[in-house]
């Protein structure tokens, strides 16, 4: 791991090969082990940098009721800054696709090119954003197991391994509770972002997990329409298509780049 201070935070990254730089964004409750197989796999085509966003992983916690999607998005510039990096291949895994589209709104000179993964550019409808509000309360009654608990079932497909369990309830139950509050509250107050994907100049490209209940195929359908952009769907996984199936990912993220 390395470290870099931006935007007045201290974060935390793992980096791997040479040349272009790709940025891997990692969804909720999660860090940036969750790209441990696409670093390995394609850092023979690109720098491959995943940072832990601010209060995740080993970044600095979270210190504030709400942490939007814009701030993650102005942190990743903050720290591509303090890198000397100008554009990057943005790779967003559901919150960090969040983070991507919100990162293409406002930086999109920064953009070469935006893969969405497992992610949706729509806002929260009535009963998800209750949700978000229930998640918060229990969480902060009960604890990071409740929610480890209430997420695994929906987070990987019936099909995954103990193993891959294992790797996405360490996240989760590693995450910090402000945390994970605080993204929460982020998440319910992003908007609608579909429009941001029409206006965009760069190469599009969206990975969905077949069995992703959380961002189904129909929301990555309505993105790839919207972008004019290819579609995979990873036959056999759910929502952490990355670690479920990450050679599917790795060939869709190489025909993205090519
Ligand atoms: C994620 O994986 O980042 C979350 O499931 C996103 C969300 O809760 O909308």
């Not at 916690?61 to 990096?85: C, G, K, N, Q, Y």
């Not at 009963?127 to 969480?139: P, T």
């Not at 982020?186 to 992703?212: C, F, K, N, Q, Y």
Request: hydrophobic share 50%; aromatic share 4%.
């Amino acid at each position: 791991m390395s470290a870099i201070t931006a935007n007045g935070h201290t974060f935390f990254y793992r980096e791997q090969g040479t040349g272009d730089v790709a940025l891997f964004v990692h969804g909720f409750p999660l860090d940036s082990t969750m790209w441990l197989e696409q670093l390995r796999d394609l850092s023979d085509i690109r720098r491959c940098i995943a940072p832990d966003l601010r209060g995740f992983g080993w970044s600095a916690p979270s210190v504030r009721p709400v942490v939007t999607m814009e701030d993650h998005a102005d942190d990743l510039v903050a720290m591509l800054d303090a890198l000397a990096v100008d554009r990057v291949d943005l790779v967003g895994l559901s919150m960090g696709g969040y983070v991507g589209l919100a990162f293409a709104e406002r930086h999109p000179d920064r953009l070469r090119s935006l893969a969405l993964v497992d992610t949706k550019s729509v806002e929260d409808g009535a009963d998800a954003k209750a949700g978000r509000i229930a998640a918060a309360e229990r969480v902060a009654a009960e604890g990071r197991e409740a929610l480890a608990h209430d997420m695994l079932g929906v987070l990987v497909a019936d099909s995954a391994s103990a193993w891959v369990r294992a790797r996405v309830r360490t996240m989760i139950e590693a995450t910090p509770v402000e945390t994970i509050v605080a993204a929460l509250e982020g998440m319910r107050l992003r908007p609608d972002r579909t429009s941001v994907l029409a206006g965009l100049e760069v190469p599009v490209g969206v990975i969905v997990g077949e069995h992703d209940v959380l961002s189904p195929v129909a929301d990555a359908d309505h993105m790839a329409v919207s972008a004019g952009g290819p579609l995979t769907v990873v036959p056999d996984a759910g929502h952490m298509a990355p670690i479920e199936s990450p050679a599917a990912v790795a060939d869709a993220l190489r025909s993205l780049w090519a």
